[in-house]
């Protein structure tokens, strides 16, 4: 059974994570990315296809590399009291 546009974006979330929230438009049928702690406006990315999305985010990253930096999620030590 072939995947469903959804499926696909769980995937592409899956890849990007954290630095991305990846999603598919039902109303749009567009996948869409937005960039965790994006300072410019081109930090929201549509694409009619996977592949495509995949690539904006690519160019992104390779346009603003201080959002390509892996971040992780774990909390600090020195910060639990």
Not at 32 to 47: I, K, S, V
């Amino acid at each position: 059974m072939p995947l469903g546009p959804h499926d696909i974006a769980r995937r592409l979330q899956h890849r990007h994570s954290p630095r991305w929230l990846v999603w598919y438009g039902s109303f749009t049928r567009q996948f869409w990315a937005l960039a965790h702690g994006a300072r410019t406006p081109d930090g929201m990315l549509a694409a009619t296809t996977p592949d495509a999305l995949d690539a904006a985010i690519t160019a992104f990253e390779n346009r603003h590399p201080e959002n390509a930096k892996h971040r992780s999620h774990a909390m600090d030590p020195r910060r639990i009291r």
